[in-house]
């Protein structure tokens, strides 16, 4: 009665809705990155639990939806230090991030240097570009793309941490 | 050389809705409408902008296409990782704001961003980013 063909089609509707699911948890992490999000929230919200959304979130996107948050705000942190005139603590509660310990540990392995270095070699890069070196300190030169490729050139790159050694920042 | 941009396109996996998107919630005009139910191309672009256009394709509609690679693509849509173009206007918050009454889904809200531009995102139906940028 029911054709393999009809079942096939089915299973595959269903797959369908449920990466357009995925793809409104990942979208709401991006647009909501900066409240008291966390996957418990995430996963009520699509009333699916926790686990079974972190595992197919894995499953499509490559990282848990939690890697993804924290990885989205550690890139959103990067652009406030930059600015120099934000403290670490205070970028760490901008972008979300309950504990300063978590942010700071996340932002070493994602950055390759802690927060309040970064912001100062951000400071003396400002300062060099100011003067007559254009472009000092940075390896990526983002001046001319559209802006949303730059972000994704120079975001910090996922599920590849800095190397032990600190890398030169861009 | 005297070279215009004059058609990118974007899939669509409805294309009612697709076309309920471009027209009703971007406002933008509909030039050419062919084919029927899922195979259709829709051409739509600015009101005063004959030049450049946005054409609504099916997904994987290349006779060279296999199979696997035509579910491939369609899953990509799904999860959002396929098309994406980047729209500009002069007042990004006024736009935001006509874009999203149109119950559309938002990817960011206006963000000033730190390589000097002012920006948000939206998804299209089909699953598409379409990000705005301030016109500065």
């Given at each position: 009665?029911?054709k393999p063909?009809?079942r096939r089609?089915?299973?595959?509707?269903?797959?369908?809705?449920?990466?357009?699911?995925?793809?409104?948890?990942?979208?709401?992490?991006?647009?909501?990155?900066?409240q008291?999000?966390?996957?418990?929230a995430?996963?009520?919200?699509v009333?699916v639990?926790?686990g079974?959304?972190?595992?197919?979130?894995?499953a499509a996107?490559?990282?848990?939806?939690?890697?993804?948050?924290?990885?989205?705000?550690?890139?959103?942190?990067t652009a406030?230090?930059?600015?120099g005139?934000?403290?670490?603590?205070?970028?760490?509660?901008?972008?979300?991030?309950?504990?300063?310990?978590?942010?700071?540990?996340?932002?070493?392995?994602?950055?390759g240097?802690?927060?309040?270095?970064?912001?100062?070699?951000?400071?003396?890069?400002?300062?060099?570009?100011?003067?007559?070196?254009?472009?000092?300190?940075?390896?990526?030169?983002v001046?001319g793309?559209?802006?949303c490729v730059?972000?994704?050139v120079?975001?910090?790159?996922?599920?590849?941490?800095a190397?032990?050694?600190?890398?030169?920042?861009? | 050389m005297?070279?215009?941009?004059?058609?990118?396109?974007?899939?669509?996996?409805?294309?009612?809705?697709?076309?309920?998107?471009?027209?009703?919630v971007l406002?933008f005009?509909?030039?050419?409408?062919?084919?029927?139910?899922?195979m259709r191309?829709?051409t739509?672009?600015p009101?005063?902008?004959?030049?450049?256009?946005i054409?609504?394709?099916?997904?994987?509609?290349?006779p060279g296409?296999?199979?696997?690679?035509?579910?491939?693509?369609?899953?990509?849509?799904a999860k959002?990782?396929y098309?994406?173009?980047?729209?500009?206007?002069?007042?990004?918050?006024?736009?935001?704001?006509?874009?999203?009454?149109?119950?559309t889904?938002?990817?960011?809200?206006?963000?000033?961003?730190?390589?000097?531009?002012r920006?948000?995102a939206?998804?299209?139906?089909?699953?598409?980013?379409?990000?705005?940028?301030e016109?500065?």
């Open positions: 009665m029911c063909e009809w089609a089915r299973i595959q509707a269903q797959r369908l809705a449920d990466l357009a699911r995925l793809r409104r948890v990942r979208d709401r992490i991006d647009r909501e990155y900066a008291p999000l966390d996957v418990e995430l996963a009520r919200d009333d639990s926790a079974h959304l972190s595992r197919q979130f894995r996107y490559g990282e848990s939806p939690y890697a993804y948050l924290m990885t989205r705000r550690i890139e959103r942190a406030l230090l930059r600015r005139d934000v403290s670490v603590t205070e970028v760490c509660f901008a972008v979300g991030c309950a504990s300063l310990g978590t942010f700071t540990t996340r932002f070493t392995e994602l950055v240097m802690p927060p309040g270095a970064f912001r100062r070699q951000a400071a003396q890069a400002a300062a060099d570009a100011a003067g007559a070196a254009r472009d000092a300190g940075s390896a990526i030169k001046e793309m559209p802006a730059a972000k994704q120079s975001r910090p790159v996922r599920n590849r941490e190397p032990a050694a600190a890398r030169p920042l861009r | 005297d070279i215009t941009i004059h058609t990118a396109s974007l899939p669509h996996d409805d294309p009612d809705a697709s076309l309920a998107f471009y027209r009703d406002g005009e509909v030039r050419s409408d062919v084919g029927q139910g899922r191309w829709i739509v672009g009101a005063g902008q004959s030049g450049t256009s054409l609504l394709t099916p997904p994987g509609a290349d296409v296999t199979e696997d690679e035509r579910r491939m693509i369609t899953e990509m849509m959002g990782t098309g994406w173009i980047l729209l500009a206007t002069p007042d990004v918050d006024a736009t935001f704001e006509k874009v999203q009454a149109g119950d889904e938002v990817v960011q809200e206006p963000t000033e961003q730190p390589y000097g531009i920006d948000c939206f998804r299209d139906p089909a699953g598409n980013l379409v990000r705005i940028q016109l500065r």
